[in-house]
């Protein structure tokens, strides 16, 4: 029998160690990257998991079987929301940001928003399938465009404020927003052409669903390559949480596509 993400939700809900077990050996390599993209010097990974363990923990919460890019996806925002970060020393609103960008296409608005999640151009163009040039010109017009609707301005202004921008954004939905699966759908290459339509339609007028968008194909890079952490390397994560090693490193019980645990 195969152990799914689904039955890992489940026991670490319960703190059951074969659960945690499983989610340290899987999931400690996604934190260890969002915390290396991210530059945070806090929380360490420790922490993270910590939180995560705590009753409050929002992570394992659902009853309904969550698929790996889900959790990745909740578990990104999980970790975000933990990483100190210092004000902007110029900000900038999402309204402001949202009125300066209108001319842009939906594409052009997810390359520019790729910019306030920390992705220089040559990550952005391997993200979404463009030219690291591309990448740059689209982004030099989207700062004309928020230059000339703010009083101060300076080049990094999206970068600096990408924390309140990302916050701003992810709390802006609306009951007309698309779900997960239809943003992982257009990542995958499986909308039918009108759908797609439709989702443009919404999409280029919500940064709600640019933001959602944009950490989806976040996810999608994050858990690309990503290798599972051994027994030895997951046993100092383990004694953190003062979990006993659990039975669950089976190679066949790999969660993500092409991923290798390492020996
Ligand atoms: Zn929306």
Redesign the pocket.
Known sequence: MIYTCYEMARDCRADKPEGWTYFISHYVPVIRKLLEHYRANEPTVEQVLKTLRQPESSLFQSLEPAPERWLAAELRQLVVEQIRRPQAEIPVDLETVSVALEPLTVVEKQVAWLETMDYDAARTGAMMRMAPATVEKIRSRAAELIRSKSDVWRATILGDNGYNLGRAAAA???K???PVRDFLDVIDGRTTWPHRERMTG??TA????VD?FCRMVEVVDLLRGIKLLSEAESEPYRGALGIAAGKQSKPWMRLFRGARASH
Do not use: K, M
Not at 206 to 209: A, D, K, N, P, R
């Open positions: 802006a939905g609306t007309e927003c698309y919404h999409v919500c940064w709600h669903c959602h």
